[in-house]
């Protein structure tokens, strides 16, 4: 197999050189480092030494002709295979050591244009071809794979470099290539594309253990954007652009117009002084509050909207003890008149529906529920069973929400599966011996759950208690946090202002909720004929991730057969 | 227009000095008849002469102090560094003499003199050829620095660095001398210095960067923009005097700032960025300001020079680090 020597960088940083001489013929036998060919760069003659022992099969062109760096220089016979790698360039002079390499670019040589194996890794010397994935007379498209190759690290594909017909492959399943050696050539020029640009300077072997620099050398055409020099001179030059006429193509400005205005006017330098974005009213835009990160940081810990801050920082920045201020639910300080004019629409926010109503900031306990919800929305799996419990045998009286609880307690000794945390992340539960309650309380701030706990150790009596003093402590606001948390099961006594079934939340870790619906009289078929009896709608939601259908079914059966029950 | 190069820029705003102000020579190694190590300087000794394009020995402090000389006197000096570590030895005159005339001589002596200097990594050369100094000149009092990102910028900018009345070094970033073309007309029109330009307008986060970084920057933006984040991008431009006010601007319009830069972390000009919209800015800030720079180690061999410089992946990281904080 022959092997191709490109042109190396010769230490110069420009892109090709000329052939002053040929210091071999056609069927010469060379040494690695005999002289092959004195070159002229644009600083100097140098002699280009051959990479390898073997025969020269072929000269790339003759005295006078210029060649591109990384184009075919020499063809070598057989014995160039045995050659690990190209040769270094010779050591540059050394204070010039910086020189251009071409960018990584298939050159064109004789027949077609030959596609060299990139560097597949990080320095890797070679790799082997696995398969082929196409087949001379192919034709194939840019960044279709052509081979499999294996390197020291993976199998990976390659790319072709452009669309063209495969002319030639070089090797077979098994050949190990050189990383640089021609891999494959493309039928004539390979088609309308030149190689695109691999931005890979270093696979070429003309940096391998020299220390020449390698300057990119591309041919990206752009136009300056005029746009950004004439800003940056009216900013310097204190010019506001808003008041100067262009001269330019199409009314552009010119950066002689700048000058021209800043020439004329001094007046407009105040005009341009105030760049600075205002402060926006939409609070859309978080920039139009002033507040620093850490600020920022509390009040998104507490819930609190900047909008509803007072800003008794200086500059109208806004303080931390503005955000707690706002926090615990002091009326905002903000008494703007109402706006008159309603503001833009903006991306997504709620529009104010007339000129004296706007969105209110949700926080607090309110903003607590939304994200508690959100939570629940995006990790419980959740689905609800609906079924009456008949309780008719109550006694006039009757404690119903004391008979809940009891009735999530009986159940729970049942079917303890629903009594229960889960972590679906870690795949872990954690089944209760007790039982905590938690009770959803409506208030008009909002939802608060409220924890009766240890409630399987207590009586009716005890359970009403507890309920009643948690109660009172959330219509004081002296509801701790300790009152909040630790529930095992949640309890929604909905019933109690209106709604029959529902479809309960479940709040993680917890699995399981019971909504009580609002009773009704229903005509029944007794042993004692069709009677007037009590029905109480139940609904059971359970995080099916943590319990099956069948635990469910047998906790709520649980729950109606002890709320049944006459006392 | 001629598509150019940025190192054809830099050749092409050089000829138009040497031809429009008779004040202005050209000194260093290798600048003459050489061309200089990167062709900065090629045809101009052949076209000026050689008493205005001065091949000098190999000695950059005495390069320096020539210049400090020569402007000192009247003329007006451009002298090529062929790297910007290879400054390091002419730091004594950048330091004590080039940077404080001025003040020394109460304003009597002004020193209108440039210093060019190849910077930065990315073209796998030797680690003293790829160094990032701006930092540790910009942090000198009296001078100006000045860092191009594309051609017409580096055409810009040096007629104005030239034509300053105080001393500018002019960092070129060697990367790009060659990746990119810009048509430019020469025209002889300067850019503003110590002023930033938006290269780009966005509502969600400001990327600021300079010299080669910016292309990594717009790349970033770009994909940004696909992903649904709208980045502003600043070109610093002059790294000192830093306008400042254009950065707080748009921070105050987006709320977010990461600073790219291919210096090494502690120290970079990135910090002292952080550091002044963190002083005037913070009540804009949602997030913690993002630097993306290189290591603190010395530049690697090439092999490893992509995983110091900042890459288009990184900057998408950080900047959605940045976005999506909470």
């Given at each position: ?5 490109e042109?190396?960088d ?20 060379v ?11 644009a600083?100097a003659v140098?002699?280009?030494p ?7 099969l072929?000269?790339h ?7 591109i760096?990384?184009?075919?220089l020499?063809t ?13 360039a010779?050591?540059?002079s ?9 960018e990584?670019?298939s050159?064109t ?8 194996l990139?560097d ?6 070679d790799?082997?071809i696995v398969k ?23 199998v ?14 070089h090797g077979k399943a098994g050949d190990?290539?050189?990383t640089?050696?021609?891999l ?12 695109e640009?691999k ?7 003309g940096?391998?253990?020299t220390?020449?620099g ?11 954007s ?11 030059l204190?010019?506001?652009l808003?008041?100067?006429?262009g ?5 552009k400005i010119?950066?002689?117009d ?5 020439g ?13 974005p205002?402060?926006s009213?939409?609070?859309?835009n978080p ?5 620093s990160?850490a ?10 909207d900047?909008a509803?801050?007072?800003?008794s ?14 926090s615990?639910?002091k009326p905002?300080?903000?008494t703007?008149a ?7 629409a903006s991306?997504?926010r709620?529009q ?7 969105p ?7 903003r607590?529920?939304?994200q ?11 689905v609800t069973l609906m079924e ?5 045998r109550?006694k006039?009286g009757?404690?119903s929400l ?9 159940a729970?000794?049942v ?14 539960r954690?089944?209760?011996p007790a039982?905590h309650v ?8 909002g ?7 240890d409630?399987?150790n ?9 309920v009643?003093?948690l109660?009172?402590k959330i219509?004081?606001k002296?509801i ?20 029959r ?12 909720i019971?909504?009580c ?9 007794t042993?004692r004929?069709?009677?007037?009896q ?9 995080d ?10 047998r ?6 057969a002890?709320l049944?029950?006459p006392? | 227009m ?8 830099v050749?092409?705003?050089?000829a138009?000095?040497l031809k ?15 061309g200089?190590v990167?062709?900065?300087?090629n045809?101009?000794a ?8 001065i ?5 950059e402090s005495?390069?320096?102090g020539l210049?400090?000389?020569m402007?000192?006197?009247g003329?007006?000096?451009i ?6 570590a ?8 950048i ?7 001025r003040?020394r001589?109460?304003?009597r ?12 990594g990315g073209i ?15 942090h000198?009092?009296g001078?100006?620095v ?8 580096a ?6 660095a030239?034509r ?14 060659r990746?990119?073309?810009h048509?430019?007309?020469d025209?002889?029109e300067e850019?503003p ?7 780009r307008?966005g509502t969600d986060i400001?990327?600021v ?13 770009d994909k ?11 070109d ?7 306008d ?10 987006t ?12 120290g ?8 002044q919209?963190?002083?005037e800015?913070l009540?804009?800030l949602l997030?913690?300001i ?6 603190d ?8 020079e ?16 940045l976005?999506?904080?909470?």
């Amino acid at each position: 197999m022959a092997y191709v020597f490109e042109l190396p960088d010769l230490g110069e940083g420009l892109p090709d050189a000329t052939i002053v001489k040929w210091l071999v013929n056609e069927g010469d036998t060379v040494k690695t480092d005999q002289p092959i060919a004195e070159m002229e760069t644009a600083k100097a003659v140098v002699e280009v030494p051959s990479p390898v022992d073997g025969t020269v099969l072929k000269l790339h062109g003759k005295a006078g002709d210029v060649i591109i760096t990384h184009a075919p220089l020499v063809t070598f016979g057989e014995a160039g295979k045995k050659a690990a790698a190209p040769a270094p360039a010779p050591a540059p002079s050394m204070h010039a050591q910086v020189a251009a390499n071409a960018e990584k670019a298939s050159a064109t040589s004789g027949g077609g244009e030959v596609f060299y194996l990139p560097d597949l890794g990080e320095g890797l010397p070679d790799a082997t071809i696995v398969k082929w994935l196409v087949k001379e007379g192919d034709t194939v498209k840019t960044d279709q794979p052509i081979a499999e190759m294996e390197t020291a690290k993976a199998v990976v594909e390659v790319p072709s470099p452009h669309d063209g017909v495969i002319a030639k492959l070089h090797g077979k399943a098994g050949d190990v290539i050189i990383t640089h050696a021609p891999l494959v050539t493309f039928a004539g020029k390979g088609g309308a594309a030149k190689a695109e640009e691999k931005s890979e300077p270093e696979a070429k072997g003309g940096d391998a253990g020299t220390v020449v620099g390698a300057v990119q050398v591309g041919n990206t055409i752009v136009a300056e954007s005029s746009d950004a020099v004439v800003r940056a001179l009216a900013k310097k030059l204190g010019v506001n652009l808003a008041s100067v006429k262009g001269s330019g193509a199409g009314g552009k400005i010119t950066q002689a117009d700048v000058k021209g205005a800043a020439g004329k006017s001094t007046a407009s330098v105040a005009a341009s002084a105030s760049t600075m974005p205002s402060a926006s009213v939409s609070t859309d835009n978080p920039l139009a509050f002033r507040a620093s990160p850490a600020v920022r940081k509390l009040a998104n810990e507490l819930g609190v909207d900047l909008a509803n801050c007072e800003t008794s920082g200086p500059k109208g920045t806004i303080t931390r003890d503005d955000v707690k201020a706002a926090s615990s639910g002091k009326p905002a300080a903000r008494t703007a008149a109402p706006a008159t004019v309603q503001p833009a629409a903006s991306g997504g926010r709620l529009q104010p529906v007339s000129v004296t109503v706007h969105p209110e900031a949700v926080r607090g306990v309110r903003r607590a529920m939304a994200q508690a919800m959100t939570h629940s929305h995006q990790t419980v799996v959740p689905v609800t069973l609906m079924e009456d419990a008949n309780i008719s045998r109550w006694k006039k009286g009757e404690d119903s929400l004391a008979r809940y609880v009891r009735a999530l307690c009986a159940a729970a000794k049942v079917e303890p599966a629903l009594n229960c945390w889960f972590d679906g992340e870690n795949m872990e539960r954690l089944v209760h011996p007790a039982v905590h309650v938690g009770i959803a309380v409506d208030t008009p701030d909002g939802l608060y759950v409220p924890v009766v706990k240890d409630a399987h150790n207590k009586s009716m009596a005890d359970l009403r208690g507890d309920v009643e003093i948690l109660r009172k402590k959330i219509a004081e606001k002296a509801i701790k946090p300790t009152d909040l948390s630790g529930a095992t099961i949640t309890l929604s006594n909905y019933g109690s202002i209106a709604g029959r079934y529902g479809t309960p939340i479940v709040s993680p870790p917890q699995v399981a909720i019971l909504g009580c619906g609002r009773f009704r009289n229903e005509l029944k078929m007794t042993e004692r004929g069709i009677e007037n009896q009590r029905m109480l709608p139940l609904s059971l939601s359970f995080d099916h991730r943590a319990c099956t259908g069948g635990e469910g079914a047998r906790f709520l059966a649980a729950v109606i057969a002890d709320l049944e029950k006459p006392e | 227009m001629p598509a150019i190069t940025l190192i054809e820029a830099v050749n092409l705003a050089l000829a138009h000095e040497l031809k429009r102000d008779n004040d202005v020579v050209i000194l260093g190694e290798d600048v003459g008849i050489n061309g200089g190590v990167f062709r900065a300087t090629n045809g101009l000794a052949q076209k000026f002469g050689e008493d205005r394009v001065i091949d000098t020995p190999l000695a950059e402090s005495m390069i320096a102090g020539l210049a400090v000389g020569m402007a000192a006197q009247g003329l007006k000096p451009i002298a090529e560094m062929q790297f910007e570590a290879f400054m390091m030895p002419a730091y004594d005159m950048i330091y004590n003499h080039i940077a404080r005339m001025r003040l020394r001589t109460r304003g009597r002596i002004t020193l209108p003199m440039v210093i060019r200097a190849p910077w930065g990594g990315g073209i796998h050369a030797p680690e003293h050829h790829s160094d990032s100094p701006e930092a540790q000149c910009a942090h000198i009092p009296g001078l100006k620095v000045v860092i191009p990102s594309n051609p017409s910028r580096a055409y810009g900018l040096l007629l104005a660095a030239i034509r300053d009345p105080d001393p500018v070094l002019f960092f070129e970033p060697k990367r790009v001398y060659r990746i990119v073309k810009h048509e430019i007309e020469d025209n002889g029109e300067e850019y503003p210095l110590g002023t930033c330009f938006v290269d780009r307008e966005g509502t969600d986060i400001t990327l600021v960067s300079w010299g080669a970084m910016m292309h990594e920057t717009l790349q970033a933006a770009d994909k940004l923009e696909q992903q649904g984040i709208s980045a502003e991008v600043i070109d610093v431009a002059t790294i000192s005097p830093l306008d400042i006010d254009t950065i707080l601007e748009s921070v105050a319009k987006t709320g977010r700032l990461c600073i790219v830069c291919e210096a090494p972390r502690s120290g970079s000009w990135a910090s002292e960025i952080a550091a002044q919209v963190s002083e005037e800015g913070l009540f804009h800030l949602l997030a913690p300001i993002g630097r993306v720079t290189g290591y603190d180690t010395t530049m690697p061999y090439y092999k490893l020079e992509k995983q110091f410089m900042p890459s288009v992946d990184r900057i998408i990281e950080e900047a959605r680090r940045l976005v999506e904080y909470k």
